[in-house]
């Protein structure tokens, strides 16, 4: 897929001679091999490396404390990505054994067959996601956008739902200049004057906000269409297969995080601990936390471990989103193929397991 700089094998290698395929498949043999050599040694060794973003979500908290690490014992590293295909990327060349991502580029890697599980909803992106015009544009809708350029980062929820957004409105992607842009990007085309709209999250959002209007968002869109946006952590399936303790713990500290933020939404604010901690890991400011946070919906773990979300199979809620997902992506030619059944790439084993031994 060329948004992640993946290629596939050519039909012309099926005609190489017998010593070709041969040694092809003893490096394959030896890839594999070593990749699942590196899979045990981390297992062994304790480790783990997590992705994530700049998303505004109670699991900050937990993250700036290192409660995963406390809890289990394990060295975990963190490192950050400015998107969801990043993280996927970085997944697929086996750098990150965990990672958050957008539903889209979950869909996308699942697509090209990277051996991931999504186990654990981050949040329902609902408002938290929302397409902005600048001020003085003269837009006030999203067909006014023809002609026009807007930011997104692409192979991302956003991108989803703006390339959505645009098909309801009767346009197509060269009616509109989309372009490809991470987060931090898209704050600098805007404070420049380089991009009419930007379809973006915060810290992000609420700066481009400041001089511009939303015109739509990703609950408004899902509620239109019935196509819903997450994100969601996704993790390398043999490393989980190989450390079902870490799992089970790191989505008990998920879980209560986010109960912790339903129970109290006053208490995460940019002047408590929890507050301080949103913002500095996501790269905000503190006053913004508060309005962040309610933009999103947290499920609890009996809603994760569902129809709604991860169980039921090819019908769960998480499976047909990330179905959906994929055969638009496939559509504006960003895919070049899908698949049957996303429940393959979903799991409720982990929920399942935490909500049992709390």
């Known amino acids: 897929m060329k948004a992640f700089g993946w290629r596939t094998m050519s039909t012309r290698s099926k005609a190489a001679p017998l010593r070709h395929l041969v040694r092809a498949f003893a490096a394959l043999c030896m890839a594999s091999a070593a990749m699942s050599a590196a899979t045990h040694a981390l297992a062994a060794d304790k480790e783990v490396t997590i992705a994530y973003q700049d998303m505004m979500v109670p699991w900050r908290y937990a993250q700036q404390l290192d409660e995963a690490g406390k809890q289990t014992g394990y060295k975990v590293s963190y490192r950050k990505f400015g998107g969801g295909g990043d993280v996927i ?3 697929a060349s086996n750098n990150v054994q965990i990672g958050e991502a957008g ?3 979950v869909a996308a890697g699942l697509s090209q067959g990277l051996p991931i599980e999504l186990f654990w909803i981050l949040d329902n992106i609902n408002d938290a996601e929302a397409l902005v015009v600048r001020n003085g544009s003269g837009i006030t809708n999203v067909a006014q956008l023809k002609g026009r350029r807007l930011g997104v980062p692409f192979v991302s929820t956003s991108h989803f739902h703006a390339l959505l957004a645009l ?3 009767g346009l197509t992607g060269s009616d509109v ?12 085309a805007w ?5 009419d709209a930007a379809y973006i999250w915060n810290p992000v959002l609420s700066k481009v906000e400041q001089s511009g209007k939303v015109v739509t968002t990703s609950g408004k869109i899902a509620a239109q269409t019935g196509l819903a ?4 952590f996704v993790v390398n399936r043999e490393w989980a297969q190989a450390n079902p303790v870490f ?11 986010d109960a912790a933020y339903r129970a109290n939404p006053g208490e995460w604010t940019g002047a408590t601990p929890q507050g301080k901690a949103v913002a500095a890991i996501s790269g905000g400011t503190p006053d913004e936390v508060a309005p962040s946070l309610a933009l999103y919906q947290f499920p609890s773990p009996q809603e994760q471990a569902s129809d709604k979300w991860l169980s039921g199979g090819k019908s769960g809620g998480a499976a047909k989103s990330l179905l959906a997902t994929a055969d638009f992506l496939k559509e504006q030619k960003t895919l070049q193929a899908t ?3 996303y429940s393959v790439g979903v799991t409720d084993r982990y929920v399942k397991t935490a909500d049992a031994t709390k």
């Open 167 to 169: 098909k309801q409105a």
């Open 103 to 105: 539903s889209s580029p």
């Open 177 to 188: 200049k989309v372009l490809n842009m991470r987060p931090a990007e898209i704050a600098a």
């Open 339 to 341: 698949l049957p059944d």
């Open 247 to 257: 799992m089970t713990t790191f989505v008990k500290i998920l879980a209560k995080g």
């Open 229 to 232: 946006t997450f994100d969601g």
């Open 89 to 91: 990327r970085a997944m």
């Open 191 to 195: 404070e420049r004057g380089d991009i």
